[in-house]
């Protein structure tokens, strides 16, 4: 099974107060008060489907399941029968973002929209947001575009000290979500590069040497 989570899905935004002006530095050492979230830098389009045709997989898996938490279930089920493995994917498919969040997360990254929070929920002790979320800071036009987006696919949008968070009821919404952005590749290639892309790229590199 995939939890699905009793929360009103809204979208409240501001596009005059939308967060701007992030530098390289801000979106490579981070730029909230979340800890523990490793700047995603600038993937391709090609691994942000990787990765959501993974979380497809596993979420296709977890439907299935007789476990509550599905996804959970055959987490510890690949960690105890593999660890390095397991290891591997939330590393390189993942990057070591929550299973049904990270499909999104890579997508929006893909898409030049800086982010900076991401948790699935969940069952468990160990999630602490209350149901699936990702926070990003998208450039005004590509606001517009994302805004269009989270509404198409059922999902909410809330906005805090210029800072969005999107929200779903379970991952399977987040993971439509990731798609949908995916699909629109186009239209945010079309956009300006937003300034904070120029030289992340090498300052990630410079920060994984200290």
């Not at 929360?7 to 530095?25: K, Y």
């Not at 990254?109 to 979320?133: D, K, N, Q």
Request: include cysteine; charged fraction near 30%; aromatic fraction near 10%.
């Amino acid at each position: 099974m995939i939890p699905e989570f009793d929360v009103d899905i809204r979208r409240d935004f501001d596009m005059e107060t939308l967060r701007t002006g992030l530098s390289a530095e801000d979106v490579a050492r981070g730029f909230t008060d979340h800890h523990e979230y490793e700047c995603l830098g600038l993937p391709s389009w090609e691994e942000a489907a990787d990765c959501l045709n993974e979380e497809a997989a596993f979420l296709e898996r977890a439907e299935k399941s007789d476990a509550p938490d599905g996804v959970e279930a055959i987490l510890d089920e690949l960690r105890d029968a593999d660890d390095v493995g397991y290891a591997e994917l939330m590393a390189y498919t993942f990057r070591w973002n929550d299973v049904g969040v990270a499909g999104l997360s890579l997508a929006l990254s893909a898409a030049r929209i800086a982010t900076f929070y991401s948790c699935s929920s969940g069952l468990g002790v160990r999630h602490h947001a209350e149901y699936p979320m990702v926070g990003a800071v998208p450039d005004p036009e590509r606001a517009r575009l994302l805004a269009r987006l989270i509404e198409e696919n059922g999902c909410g949008l809330g906005q805090e000290y210029g800072r969005w968070y999107i929200y779903g009821r379970s991952i399977k919404d987040m993971h439509g979500l990731g798609r949908a952005v995916l699909a629109a590749r186009d239209a945010f290639d079309a956009l300006p590069q937003p300034s904070w892309t120029e030289g992340l790229a090498e300052l990630l590199e410079e920060l994984a040497d200290e």
